[in-house]
């Protein structure tokens, strides 16, 4: 049904087209994947590296930084002097300000919100919450 055409009746520059075309494209590939391997390597055995940047080095860390009542304070936007205790006015209006503002980052009406800053509203009310005196 088909015939087979040998390799010589080709056309030559059409074979060395696709010669080079095969060299090319093994090379770029063979040289991808081993920088890939380099980098990879590097950032396993800690030696950082050209792909080792800050942000490998954030994913590193097993413990998060633990937040300050000064950065509470000033999240839910409660003026509270560094260094004074948490009080049952601070914690109470931390409830008002925490309802507040995680409802205005809330999405609605097609409009996003923002879940990073919901997120540190609701760190923050935990901490104020934790750090103050028992009901």
């Known amino acids: ?10 056309n030559p520059f059409f074979l ?6 095969i060299v090319t494209v093994g090379s770029v590939v063979g040289k991808s994947l081993w920088d890939a391997y380099k980098v990879h390597s590097n950032q396993i055995h800690g030696q950082g590296g050209p792909g080792a940047g800050a942000a490998a ?7 998060p930084i ?3 009542q000064q950065e509470a304070c ?17 914690i109470k209006k931390a409830d ?10 809330q999405a609605k009406d097609g409009a996003a919100g923002s879940e990073y800053i919901q997120s ?5 009310h935990q901490f104020i919450r934790k750090a103050g005196p028992n009901p």
């Open 1 to 10: 049904m088909f015939r087979r055409t040998p390799v010589r009746a080709l």
């Open 16 to 21: 060395r087209i696709l010669q080079q075309t």
């Open 57 to 63: 080095s954030l994913f590193a860390q097993s413990q």
């Open 66 to 68: 633990p937040m300050t």
């Open 74 to 90: 000033k999240i839910l936007g409660i003026d509270a002097p560094p260094g004074v205790p948490v009080t049952k006015e601070m």
């Open 96 to 105: 008002e300000n925490y309802l507040k503002f995680f409802a205005a980052n």
């Open 120 to 124: 540190k509203l609701y760190h923050a």
